[in-house]
């Protein structure tokens, strides 16, 4: 019998690629969103149920049972939010990332689920990055406090912390949150060689991005990892989003002052995977890069 697992958010852009990539690997999977996915059609043994997630009962009762959804689930991903800052009002964001947080963690626990695999973000390592406002070294990692700097990571930064007194009441708890970085899809990559241009477009975030079939990987990977606790990981790809400028030269322009604690290849990612690549063994197989030289080759 299939592991079954509730996807909060199945239906948005990370969302999708992870409810394919589970069904792919033999879960069954029940997408839990307020909206049903782009497409509207799902593989047989897989559901969607509409569910407001600000509702704890509503968030309780799905988690524990559906009708003729499911009995029982094994695991929860909770990806379901507000997914940026200046989508909605501040204090809107908030309440509304939080509160749903809150309702998944505590309706997993009261439904007896002891794996949960939830969406924080790369806004807590300190994003945006600027000239003023650098990041403490690089390649940044997990290892130096969150530096939330909007309310949409000022929630994320809370349900790190909601995460760990979960884990804290439950020893047998694991419950990992991955700090993903900008997710991309194959179609967002043709815009991709314009950002050589100008090295500020992409600043912020130390021109890092996720493609969203290996943020996928990510989870998939947190939710088979045999481990306890509350864990917190980034995720991003290996590459950068730059075409011909090297991570290197780019620090060196941008962020000449900022410590850089080992040599980084010529394109890789300022935001260290090492910690993701080490403890869930993810590993990255797309790449921007591939995507635009196959669209040149077919045009």
């Keep these: 019998m299939a592991a079954r697992v509730a996807v909060t958010g199945g239906s948005g852009k990370l969302g999708q690629a992870v409810v394919a990539d589970l069904a792919a690997h033999g879960w069954e999977v029940h997408n839990l969103d307020q909206a049903p996915t782009r497409e509207g059609v799902w593989p047989d043994g897989h559901s969607y149920t509409r569910v407001d997630l600000t509702d704890f009962g509503q968030t309780a009762e799905?988690?524990?049972?559906?009708?003729?959804?499911?009995?029982?689930?094994?695991?929860?991903?909770?990806?379901?939010?507000?997914?940026?800052?200046?989508?909605?009002?501040?204090?809107?964001t908030f309440s509304n990332n939080i509160r749903c947080t809150y309702n998944v963690f505590a309706g997993a626990r009261q439904a007896g689920i002891r794996t949960v695999v939830w969406a924080s973000s790369e806004t807590l390592l300190g994003l945006p990055f600027t000239p003023d406002?650098?990041?403490?070294?690089?390649?940044?990692?997990?290892?130096y406090p969150a530096r939330p700097q909007t309310s949409y990571s000022l929630a994320k930064h809370l349900d790190e912390q909601l995460a760990e007194q979960f884990a804290r009441w439950d020893p047998a708890l694991k419950i990992y949150g991955l700090r993903f970085s900008n997710v991309m899809e194959p179609a967002d990559y043709a815009k991709f060689p314009g950002f050589d241009a100008d090295p500020a477009l992409r600043q912020w975030n130390l021109w890092s991005?996720?493609?969203?079939?290996?943020?996928?990987?990510?989870?998939?990977?947190?939710?088979?990892?045999?481990?306890?606790?509350?864990?917190?990981?980034?995720?991003?790809?290996?590459?950068?989003?730059?075409?011909?400028?090297?991570?290197?030269?780019?620090?060196?322009?941008?962020?000449?002052?900022?410590?850089?604690?080992?040599?980084?290849?010529?394109?890789?990612?300022?935001?260290?995977?090492?910690?993701?690549?080490?403890?869930?063994?993810?590993?990255?197989e797309h790449s921007w890069r591939d995507a635009v030289s196959n669209q040149a080759v077919s045009g």
């Design 133 to 143: 406002g650098p990041p403490p070294y690089v390649p940044v990692d997990e290892e």
């Design 62 to 92: 799905a988690l524990a049972r559906i009708d003729d959804r499911h009995a029982g689930l094994d695991a929860v991903v909770h990806l379901a939010a507000i997914p940026g800052p200046g989508m909605a009002p501040n204090a809107a």
């Design 209 to 284: 991005y996720i493609d969203a079939r290996d943020g996928a990987q990510a989870v998939r990977r947190a939710l088979e990892h045999d481990g306890v606790g509350a864990e917190v990981f980034v995720i991003a790809n290996a590459d950068t989003v730059m075409s011909t400028r090297t991570t290197p030269d780019l620090l060196a322009e941008v962020f000449p002052d900022v410590p850089v604690r080992r040599e980084l290849g010529p394109f890789e990612s300022p935001l260290s995977i090492g910690k993701a690549r080490r403890i869930l063994g993810y590993a990255p």
